[in-house]
């Protein structure tokens, strides 16, 4: 794989090659992967169509809604670093300077409830997407420019959480047993797709992403145990953490 790092800001195709900044674009977004709670979202928030993020897949909308004074964007991600990674440039060439973002992420620490919410601080970085973007390295640092808000706003709002390591991978059918304890004696106690990518692009474009999880299936057992991986379990729970999250988009878009 090729590792050397570049830090110019200019590549060949860019964001904002595709995209034209708007001036009347929401300074913060809120963005999920299931496509339920996006569903839920639209309904609660009576949002508006606001743009779209043009795919081959077909064209993804982005909503738009009003929260006290606030506009705040809605999307929903694609799945996985390079897809999740390429939308958030496209949405901050758009105008958007901050992104709060949410998702399952699995549990290699079975004393880890279901639907738990984490605040990680520590990704390794098991995917390709972060070497385009930071300096090779095996971790990076996760919510460096919003950790300490986010702890604040999950304790004002008496939110239980704990902190934790993540393990972001390519590999979802590639997460063998070996592996799975290899990351558990180094002190990591979840495993998602997307993390220590998001982050690294947060730090090279200089914007806000705020990442959060809730948990879902448990690696920690000699068999798979799914719990609420699928998007119908504990859907009254998710969508309280759909909540939360568009009340996390207002203190940063108070800042």
């Known amino acids: 794989m090729y590792t050397r790092f570049e830090d110019t800001q200019e590549a060949v195709i860019n964001p904002w090659d595709i995209v034209k900044r708007r001036a009347d674009c929401p300074k913060v977004a809120v963005t999920c992967f299931a496509h339920n709670l996006i569903a839920y979202a639209i309904e609660k928030y009576q949002v508006q169509v606001y743009d779209y993020l043009h795919t081959t897949n077909g064209d993804k909308p982005i909503y738009v809604c009003k929260i006290e004074s606030h506009r705040i964007a809605l999307f929903m991600s694609g799945t996985g670093a390079s897809a999740a990674v390429n939308e958030y440039e496209e ?90 304890e290899r990351m558990k004696a180094a002190g990591y106690t979840c495993v998602d797709m997307e993390c220590s990518a998001l982050a690294a692009l947060a730090q090279f474009r200089r914007k806000r992403i705020a990442q959060f999880f809730y948990t879902a299936d448990n690696l920690d057992q000699k068999q798979w145990d799914k719990r609420s991986l699928g998007n119908a379990e504990n859907i009254e729970v998710k969508k309280n953490i759909v909540d939360i999250a568009m009340q996390l988009s207002l203190q940063l878009a108070s800042e």
């Open 91 to 180: 949405l901050f060439a758009l105008g958007i300077e901050s992104i709060v973002v949410f998702g399952t992420c699995g549990v290699l620490d079975s004393s880890i409830k279901d639907c738990a919410i984490l605040l990680p601080t520590l990704a390794y970085r098991d995917e390709g997407t972060s070497f385009h973007y930071a300096q090779a390295s095996q971790t990076i640092a996760v919510n460096v420019n919003t950790h300490t808000q986010m702890k604040q706003f999950f304790q004002t709002h008496a939110i239980a959480y704990r902190e934790a390591k993540i393990w972001t991978t390519d590999g979802f059918y590639r997460e063998t047993r070996n592996k799975v």
